[in-house]
């Protein structure tokens, strides 16, 4: 089995802006980027997710999750 987890393209670009920002100003003082955890809630509500970089939180709200057959 797999596991799908789908963000819409209004959450994949607010992520990938959120991600940029910090990753420019560390290729620009020539570190290695640090990149982020993508996380994925999953309780009796529902299923959510954010990105969180050291003490950065990106809340991105509800997502798509499920088993898939491979």
Do not use: N
């Amino acid at each position: 089995m797999a596991i799908v987890i789908r963000l819409s393209h209004e959450q994949e670009s607010l992520l990938m802006q959120w991600a940029a920002g910090k990753t420019d100003a560390e290729v620009s003082a020539d570190c290695e980027p640090s990149g982020y955890d993508l996380m994925i809630g999953v309780s009796a509500y529902g299923t959510d997710a954010r990105a969180v970089s050291g003490s950065r939180v990106l809340e991105l709200g509800d997502c798509e999750f499920r088993f898939e057959p491979k």
